[in-house]
C-alpha cells in the first residue's frame, strides 16, 4: 500500500451566493472541533454575494491557523443542507470518490496529527496559513474502498447513537422552556435585587489559588491571572455566583456562574459575588434562569456603555424573574441538573467518538496491511 498525494483525490470548489439564492440563515463557522457552527459574524448589512457555497458532501476549512490554538477550522457538511462559508475559506471535495471515501476522510481529518501536520506546515508573516497547495501536498495512505467502508460504517454507527442520544435532549430543554414559559404569566415577579446582595471577601493571606473566570456556558474555567494578582481575588464559596458586568460585543451574554464544589475558587476583583438573601428561592432555579437564552437578550438590551458594553450591579439587580413556590421550583430545577448532567455526557459522547478516528484509521491500514 504505497503512499500517495491527497491532492489526486481533492478538488476545490468555487461557487459564490452570486445571486443572493441563500440569505443570513445559511450561514455558518467553522470549528477547530471540526463542526458547522451558528456563525458569530455580524451579517447586518452585510452582502452575501461573495460567500462560498457549502454544499451537501463537500469540505471546508479555514486556512489561517495561527489563531486558533494550533487546529485547524474544518467541517464537512454531511448534512442535505446547503450552507454559505466565507469568502477566506477554501471549499472543496473528493473528485475519486471510486478511491476514496469522504467519511473516510473526514476521519483522518479528525485525527490530532492533521493538526500538528497543519500547524507546522502552515506558512506567513502576519498570519501564518495552511495553503491549499499544502493541502494537496499531504502524503496519505489508502485502504482499499471496502476496507474504508468497512471502518466507516463503524464511524457511523457510533456516531448515530450518539446524535439519537443528542435528539433526546433536544425533548428534554423543550419541556424545560414549557414549564418556564408558563411560570412567566403565571407567578409573581420579583426583582433579583430582593433574592440577591453582594458579599466581599478577597483573598488576602493567599490561601486559595484556584482562579477562575466564567465561560459563555455560564460555567467557570481557569484562569490566565499570574500568582502575584491573586491576593486581591474575591474568594467565593459553595452555593455562591460570580458575575460579572462587561458584557463582551458578540457574546451577548450575562456572565454569571453557581459554584456547586465544596472547595471554594477565586475570581478577579472585577467580578461580584452574590449570596442569596431568601430562603424563597433556590440558587440553581436563579442559575437556570440565566442560562437561558432569552435572559442573555435582555442583558444585553439593558446594557450601558460606549466601547465595552457594561451591564453594572444595580441595573442587573433590576431584572425581574418569576419565582414560583419551592416544590415547583425544585421540580424544574430536577429536570434542569438532568438536563445538565446528560448534557455532560453528550459532550463526553462526542470527545470518545473524536478519539475513536485515529484507532479506526490505524486499524483500517493495519487491515490492509495485512
Keep these: 500500500m504505497a503512499s500517495t498525494k491527497l491532492g489526486h483525490y481533492i478538488e476545490p470548489i468555487d461557487i459564490r451566493n452570486v445571486d443572493d439564492q441563500y440569505g443570513e440563515e445559511a450561514v455558518v463557522g467553522l470549528s477547530t472541533q471540526k463542526q458547522i457552527i451558528r456563525t458569530k459574524a455580524y451579517l447586518d448589512g ?4 461573495s460567500y462560498k457555497v457549502f454544499a451537501p458532501k463537500t469540505f471546508a476549512y479555514v486556512p489561517d491557523t495561527s489563531r486558533r490554538g494550533d487546529k485547524m477550522s474544518l467541517a464537512y457538511n454531511s448534512t442535505e443542507d446547503t450552507f ?4 477566506i475559506s477554501i471549499v472543496f471535495r473528493v473528485s475519486r470518490t471510486d478511491l476514496l471515501i469522504p467519511d473516510y476522510l473526514f476521519m483522518y481529518f479528525n485525527r490530532p496529527e492533521f493538526d500538528r501536520y497543519a500547524r507546522f506546515n502552515s506558512w506567513g508573516s502576519a498570519r501564518e496559513t495552511f495553503s491549499w497547495d499544502e493541502m494537496c501536498d499531504i502524503d496519505i495512505e489508502l485502504p482499499s474502498v471496502p476496507i474504508q467502508q468497512k471502518y ?7 456516531l448515530a447513537n450518539q446524535r439519537s442520544y443528542e435528539y433526546g435532549l433536544d425533548d428534554l430543554k423543550l419541556s424545560i422552556d414549557a414549564i418556564i414559559d408558563q411560570f412567566k404569566h403565571t407567578e409573581k415577579r420579583i426583582p433579583v435585587g430582593d433574592l440577591l446582595e453582594e458579599v466581599d471577601v478577597r483573598n488576602t493571606d493567599g490561601k486559595y489559588e484556584s482562579a477562575q473566570g466564567i465561560n459563555i456556558t455560564k460555567q467557570f474555567m481557569p484562569s490566565v491571572a499570574s500568582s502575584n494578582d491573586l491576593l486581591k481575588y474575591k474568594i467565593v464559596k459553595k452555593n455562591q455566583f460570580a458575575y460579572s458586568a462587561m458584557q463582551t460585543g458578540r457574546d451577548e451574554c450575562i ?5 456547586h464544589e465544596d472547595a471554594p475558587i477565586i475570581v478577579s476583583p472585577a467580578y461580584s459575588v452574590l449570596q442569596k438573601k431568601t430562603d424563597s428561592i433556590m440558587e440553581e432555579y436563579i442559575q437556570m434562569w440565566f442560562s437561558r ?3 442573555d437578550r435582555m442583558g444585553w438590551f439593558m446594557s450601558d456603555a460606549s466601547i465595552r458594553a457594561n451591564l453594572d450591579l444595580p441595573r442587573f439587580y433590576e431584572i425581574q424573574i418569576p419565582v414560583p413556590n419551592l416544590e415547583k421550583q425544585r421540580a424544574l430545577v430536577n429536570i434542569y441538573n438532568a438536563y445538565i448532567l446528560r448534557r455532560s455526557i453528550n459532550e463526553r459522547l462526542k470527545a470518545h467518538i473524536k478519539d475513536m478516528c485515529p484507532i479506526l484509521i490505524r486499524g483500517a491500514l493495519e487491515t490492509a496491511t495485512e
Excluded: Q
Excluded at 84 to 87: E, G, I, P
Design 255 to 259: 456572565r454569571i456562574a453557581l459554584l
Design 46 to 49: 452585510v452582502k452575501l454575494t
Design 84 to 87: 454559505l462559508v466565507s469568502s
Design 293 to 295: 437564552s432569552e435572559s
Design 152 to 158: 466507516v460504517d463503524v464511524y457511523n454507527a457510533i
